[in-house]
């Protein structure tokens, strides 16, 4: 396999883009993406103080740690956070643990963010006619994501992803794993840390996961699916 088709492998395409990307200089291996809206912008679904605060406090703690571990084998600074999630394995044990919790908090991350948007639309082209063949269409779909996403212990995640056979699939994680690193590549995911949303819907998880439904950015979505399966 070539280095090319390995990043298409877990995810890093033209369209879809890769998940995160670095600027040509930077200070540090990894930097904070930015929000790419207005804190308030999915109002009334997910309201702008736990926006500010899950990208601008937790997600950025995410990063910094990232970089902090990163700095005792500077050698895995150069390789994209895509390919340190598919790759732990290499990882020096001294840091694996730290890497893993943190790369996978700035990856997850910088794909919930990807993946939300105020009036959210419908999917469209080859991913509509997917989901109707996979789970029956949009509304199968949203029935069986949210039982995975309400189904998570504690922290996780849920997510929509492809398998290596390009197979649609709905799964969850715990913590800050996710599916890079089974080599399988995300299109869509919710965060049910409650940080993301406890400070509107306290303990209410499943009154959020209805709500993170009307922002999901199904444009990006099937944009990244249909880059991958070509």
Known sequence: MTRREYLKAIGVTAAGGAIFSRTAVAAEPFTLPALGYPFDALEPYIDAQTMQIH????????????????????????????????????????????VRNNGGGHINHSL?????????????????????????GLSGFQ???????????????????LDRDRN????????????????KTPLLVIDVWEHAYYLKYQNRRADYVAAW????????VSARYRELIS
């Open 55 to 98: 990208h601008d406090r937790h997600h950025a703690a995410y990063v910094n740690n990232l970089n902090k571990a990163i700095a005792q084998s500077p050698e895995l600074g150069s390789k994209s956070i895509e390919e340190l999630m598919a790759s732990l394995s290499s990882v020096p044990e001294t840091i694996r643990t730290a």
């Open 112 to 136: 919930f963010w990807k993946v939300l948007k105020k009036s959210g639309g419908k999917p469209s082209g080859e991913l509509a006619k997917a989901l109707d063949s996979r789970f029956g």
């Open 143 to 161: 029935e069986q994501f949210t039982k995975a996403a309400l189904g998570v212990f504690g922290s996780g995640w849920a997510w929509l992803t």
């Open 168 to 183: 649609l699939a709905i799964e969850s994680t715990p913590n800050q794993d996710n599916p890079w690193m089974d080599r």
């Open 213 to 220: 439904h009307n922002v999901v950015n199904w444009d990006f």
